[in-house]
């Protein structure tokens, strides 16, 4: 079970910025919560939020944009379609997974005068059916987006896959270390690609990535309570 107090999000927030490294960037995972719940995390010392779903990040910027230097970032799928809009939202878009994606990413950012950073998901697991590029097939993947000057690659993400407890994710984690510490072999460390962050670990298993070398977690439950509303698309 993940330990929530549900009724008090900025004592969630103070515990959590307290269990983890000061070198640590804790993305609050937004989705399906509303406004006011975010600006109570922004409130309590969350620096970045972290988006699912279009639909709510542009609901959300509209009522709190840039406001005290909030970062967006997007952790959802990403459709092909969207990217325009996802350009135009985020600092940080966490879940590149084809080069069809990337291609219109960087088409999108270039017509805006954008440079898109962006991270490189990665399927640890090699879950069948899953988004995210295969351990193995990074370093090919980051040299075909090195290639597209709009965009720039900030890193590895992964989810990792559902396990029975938080301790069996150990070895996913593991492998998204390996494959961020072969990327930043792969690929010196430029401008144009500032390869330092590795965002892994949620609710149940961010001590276990932090262990891993996760320079960043995405926490939701944790931070807000359990979900109450289903989640929507968009
Ligand atoms: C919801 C979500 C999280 C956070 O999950 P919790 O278990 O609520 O902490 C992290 N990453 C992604 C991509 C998510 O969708």
């Known amino acids: 079970?993940?330990?929530?107090?549900?009724?008090?999000?900025?004592?969630?927030?103070?515990?959590?910025?307290?269990?983890?490294?000061?070198?640590?960037?804790?993305?609050?995972?937004?989705?399906?919560?509303?406004?006011?719940?975010?600006?109570?995390?922004?409130?309590?010392?969350?620096?970045?939020?972290?988006?699912?779903?279009?639909?709510?990040?542009?609901?959300?910027?509209?009522?709190?944009?840039?406001?005290?230097?909030?970062?967006?970032?997007?952790?959802?799928?990403?459709?092909?379609?969207?990217?325009k809009r996802a350009v135009g939202l985020f600092d940080l878009i966490e879940t590149v997974?084809?080069?069809?994606?990337?291609?219109?990413?960087?088409?999108?950012?270039?017509?805006?005068?954008?440079?898109?950073?962006?991270?490189?998901?990665?399927?640890?697991?090699?879950?069948?059916?899953?988004?995210?590029?295969?351990?193995?097939?990074?370093?090919?993947?980051?040299?075909e987006l090195m290639e597209m000057d709009h965009l720039r690659i900030c890193g590895l993400m992964t989810m990792g896959p559902a396990t029975a407890t938080p301790e069996e994710i150990r070895p996913w984690f593991r492998v998204a270390r390996r494959e961020f510490d072969l990327l930043r072999a792969a690929a010196p460390r430029t401008a144009s690609t500032p390869i330092g962050i590795l965002s892994m670990g949620m609710s149940d298993s961010y001590s276990i990535a932090i262990d891993e070398g996760a320079t960043s977690v995405r926490i939701g439950t944790a931070l807000f309570g359990p979900r109450r509303r289903a989640e929507v698309s968009g």
Do not use: C
């Not at 070198?23 to 509303?34: E, M």
């Open 1 to 83: 079970m993940v330990d929530t107090q549900p009724n008090d999000i900025a004592a969630n927030v103070r515990r959590i910025l307290s269990l983890i490294p000061e070198s640590v960037v804790l993305v609050a995972a937004a989705k399906t919560r509303s406004v006011d719940e975010v600006e109570q995390v922004l409130a309590a010392g969350v620096h970045v939020i972290g988006e699912n779903y279009l639909q709510e990040a542009e609901h959300m910027r509209r009522h709190i944009g840039d406001r005290g230097g909030v970062r967006w970032h997007m952790i959802g799928h990403l459709q092909r379609n969207k990217a």
């Open 97 to 143: 997974d084809s080069i069809r994606l990337a291609v219109e990413l960087d088409r999108h950012s270039r017509a805006m005068g954008k440079t898109q950073d962006i991270l490189i998901e990665l399927n640890s697991a090699a879950e069948p059916g899953k988004s995210g590029v295969l351990p193995g097939d990074v370093e090919p993947f980051a040299r």
